[in-house]
């Protein structure tokens, strides 16, 4: 069973760059999603990447300021996030399943999230 582990979490200002990992043995014969969830809102995707990291997908609010990459040999996603809004505020969950989609549902093994902060 996979247990994703989220970590890089922390509080910037805006513009500000942060990187997430999330790192569990097994992953890399995954699909790996970030999700994320602000305060009084539901979860919302953020970005997917395929097990092999030859595709990924984006939300529009964040495409062009988040990338999101793996590293199969450290059982590693990353999400790299620059130009960092208050609107970013969240709590921060990354998921592993089959396809790499922006559905909730397609996905099986959840972390416990990192909070991201970005004062304005």
């Known amino acids: 069973q996979v247990q994703p582990g989220e970590s890089g979490g922390g509080l910037v200002q805006a513009g500000d760059s942060l990187r997430l990992s999330c790192a569990a043995s097994?992953?890399?014969?995954?699909?790996m999603g970030w999700f994320r969830q602000a305060p009084g809102k539901d979860r919302e995707f953020v970005a997917a990447?395929?097990?092999?990291?030859?595709?990924?997908y984006y939300a529009d609010s964040v495409k062009g300021r988040f990338t999101i990459s793996r590293d199969n040999a450290k059982n590693t996603v990353y999400l790299q996030m620059n130009n960092l809004k208050a609107e970013d505020t969240a709590v921060y969950y990354c998921?592993?399943?089959?396809?790499?989609?922006?559905?909730?549902?397609?996905?099986?093994?959840w972390g416990q999230g990192t909070q991201v902060t970005v004062s304005s």
């Open positions: 097994g992953i890399g014969s995954y699909a």
């Open positions: 990447i395929s097990w092999g990291g030859a595709r990924t």
């Open positions: 998921a592993a399943g089959y396809v790499p989609t922006a559905k909730e549902f397609e996905y099986s093994y």
